[in-house]
């Protein structure tokens, strides 16, 4: 690759991204004064192309060509809708697959929304058969049967395995670009093979050896070959213990294993142990960041990944289910507030108190379901474990509630004079922190054992109960021992 087109770090994107705004801001400027111009159309129009087409758009297209696919994706993410298609239309065609690789799923749809099906089919067959799957779901109907026509036999077969396996296993991550070579051969028969290559495929830190049916038997490293004697025979030099992975494995199975044996690549094989595919480190890092984004989304209540300059409307589809969500345990937390109305009319105190207690108890609650969720997410908490995590995070609960909750009880005797509202300010706090802890441990273990996401709205979902549960215990609290 071009080295103009490696990656740029964090700050020379973002001076790129600011090069782009500003180059579009000037052709918007300029343009807007041509066409305030009082002149015939045509003359109009060709002024226009000359200040502007000729000069920041060319300017822009050429500092486009310069950049990695990622460094433009970014940008089209970073632009609202009209400029984005302005920067989308300069961006050569031939490289249209690899930015539509890279862009948000969001981002994606509008990009090929504005794009006509003759485009869609060139992109589509400029790609790979796994990296077409991956783009296949947003493509029309009629495009993806074009280029399924105009595919190989072989080709044809891979892209409908690859789109039949689920979106989180191993099938739908690996890519079928390998170098396979067999073990009755020298090493000096296998470097002349690789240099009728023009280049090895990406990630290639071994070759796979396999037999005339295509079994795996093993995998020769580069690093092995390249400093071994070239008479020797591949069968004495490959490895045969091996970490290999099969197309219905969890991808994230995978990820941690190429995340504790720090491997670069792995093979795929079938249940007959017949090699079909690989899956390498980039692959496995795209799909932890993906599923990292997803997860934060989830916590937040949000359905999926959204374009920051969507319309109005694909935003609120996105976001209304947990917002009823929390419109109804809001009003469950008011109806509890409103069944103490008479004690907080006589204790104005407990008013000003009881938003600590819903506070603390939230900001517990959320600690503990964040390390839930990280620990089932890398494999080290089942289902079963629920009774020692739970005595667990109850011990630390009790802890912080005595501690914390004694400090607040001290200031509250200390600012309203009143011991006994300083107990049940102790006693409520603590109260609401083992609530939490509890909530905190059985939610995202409960959501596991029911065949759910155990990060989607837990945090709205302890919220609500911290808020509605730390109101109920110290108003009613209150209500017991101080009135």
């Known amino acids: 690759m071009n080295e103009e087109l490696h990656h740029a770090d964090a700050d020379e994107l973002q001076d790129r991204l600011t090069e782009v705004q500003t180059l579009l801001a000037r052709h918007k400027l300029v343009e807007d004064l041509v066409h305030r111009q009082e002149m015939p159309r045509n003359e109009r129009h060709d002024l226009v192309e000359g200040l502007v087409h000729k000069q920041h758009l060319n300017e822009l297209r050429h500092r486009l060509d310069k950049m990695h696919p990622a460094d433009i994706a970014y940008i089209l993410e970073a632009l609202p809708l009209d400029e984005r298609l302005v920067v989308w239309d300069l961006v050569k065609a031939e490289r249209d697959g690899d930015i539509l690789l890279e862009v948000s799923d969001a981002v994606r749809e509008s990009l090929i929304a504005n794009m006509d099906s003759h485009e869609l089919v060139a992109v589509a067959e400029s790609l790979d058969t796994d990296e077409l799957a991956d783009l296949a779901p947003d493509l029309p109907h009629d495009v993806i049967q074009g280029v399924f026509q105009s595919l190989s036999v072989e080709e044809r077969e891979q892209l409908r395995a690859a789109m039949s396996y689920p979106e989180d296993s191993v099938g739908s991550i690996m890519d079928f670009d390998m170098v396979t070579v067999r073990e009755d051969v020298t090493l000096e028969v296998v470097l002349r093979y690789l240099r009728l290559f023009d280049e090895l495929p990406d990630h290639t830190d071994q070759l ?99 374009d920051i300059f969507a319309s109005v409307w694909d935003s609120v589809k996105n976001r209304w289910a947990w917002l009823a969500i929390n419109l109804v345990t809001a009003f469950i937390a008011s109806r509890v507030i409103g069944a103490f109305e008479g004690s907080i009319e006589k204790l104005v105190a407990l008013a000003a108190l009881m938003p600590i207690v819903a506070g603390i108890g939230g900001n517990s609650g959320n600690q503990t379901i964040t390390m839930i969720v990280r620990a089932i997410a890398i494999g080290q908490v089942r289902h079963d474990a629920i009774r020692r995590l739970l005595r667990k995070e109850l011990g630390v609960a009790l802890i912080n509630g005595v501690l914390w909750g004694g400090l607040l009880g001290i200031a509250a005797c200390w600012m309203y004079g009143s011991i006994s509202l300083g107990i049940v300010m102790t006693s409520a706090m603590t109260l609401n922190l083992l609530l939490a802890a509890t909530a905190g441990v059985t939610i995202p273990l409960l959501r596991v054992r029911l065949g759910a996401d155990p990060a989607v709205g837990s945090s709205v979902l302890i919220t609500a109960l911290t808020d509605s549960g730390g109101f109920f215990i110290f108003l009613g609290l209150a209500t017991l021992f101080l009135l």
């Open 208 to 306: 796979f050896v396999v037999d005339r049916e295509e079994h795996l038997k093993g995998v020769l490293p580069l690093n092995r070959l390249l400093v071994s004697d070239p008479d020797t025979e591949v069968r004495a030099l490959m490895q045969t213990d091996f970490i290999d992975l099969e197309p219905d494995d969890f991808a994230e199975e995978a990820a941690k294993a190429f995340e504790r044996y720090d491997l670069v690549s792995a093979p795929v094989v079938d249940e007959e142990h017949k090699l079909i595919g690989r899956v390498t480190i980039n692959t496995v890092v795209d799909f932890i960041r993906e599923e990292s984004e997803a997860e934060q989304l989830a916590q937040a209540g949000l359905k999926e990944e959204e």
